[in-house]
């Protein structure tokens, strides 16, 4: 069972391919995982742009995928896409995309939910089984767990995600684009905790008063690394805090990381501590798929084709009726494959 996947919601065009078939269970069974990843300098994310540039590279990264992976189209049996949340101009370039794939594979064309995709691959690479996941990525930040038949969000920010908190903050001192890896190596240089504003309200988090605390700092003459250090044990204390609230309330024994804040060392430390005084299991996958990728993509098409396969006489019909959900919140989907 061959699945490919497409990954497009925002700066990420991926083609991820995996082999679902049991032996090779696990990692192994990611047989491709391209991307071309969009970048600005200056700014977030302009919708347009990021589009034209998915446009630009998704010939290259399909091959690329298909070359890795060593398959070819009629190998192909799942096309699965994400059809949302994210930027609609962008969710159109992969739809179009998996489209095209399908009708020449003829393979079914499965849409699925990009923040639970990042909940599932920990199902596929860490052996996972019902963690609650702290979701922190650029544009999103949340605290999902499956609970009464629905993936639902137990916290979130009320403003910005981290990810855009940390690029923001990267970006008024200079160091450019994505920031947050920068400010990891330069929190390094220091430990003079400076007192910053600790905002956690019920299960959510909020980060644009932190923002502008920290722009207050710099202007005021406070060192970028001690500011970089303290904003680093400061928000991510706001995250493990709503992440432990949600596991007690569940009496979850896992905890899973996503998204591209989550390949940071002092957050996965602090995880990993709170884990160990509750006892629980911290699910860590690699870089590769903590980040925005195409091959959770796959993954969770399988889970929902396996679920609920298509017959051969509708097939075009999966095509025809595929549709992006530029808005779609997780609570929202009709979870079939659990
Ligand atoms: P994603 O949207 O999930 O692909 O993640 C992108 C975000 O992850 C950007 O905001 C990056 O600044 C952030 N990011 C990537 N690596 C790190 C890191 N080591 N520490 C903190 N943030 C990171
Ligand atoms: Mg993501």
Redesign the pocket.
Known sequence: MIVLGIEST???FGVGIIDASKKRYGEKAILANAKHVYTTEKGGIIPIEAAKHHKHYKQAVLETALNQADVNFNEIDVVAYSRGPGLAPCLLVGLETAKQIALKANAPLVGVNHCIAHLEITQLVCKAKNPVLLY?????TQVIAYAAGKFRVFGETLDI?V??F??AF?RYIGLG?????K??QLAKKSNNFIELPYSVKGMDVSFSGLLTNLKQKIDKGYKPEDLAYSLQEVAFAMLIEVAERAMAHLKAKELALG???A???R?QQMAKLMCKQRKAKLHVPPNSL???NAAMIAWLGYLQYNAKPVKKSKIKETIANADIKPYERTDDVDVTWR
């Open positions: 925002a700066h990420t922190t990525s650029g544009a999103n995600g990810g855009n940390l690029d990267a684009f994505p920031g947050g890896p400010l990891e998204g591209g804040v390949c940071n060392t957050l903590l980040v925005d």
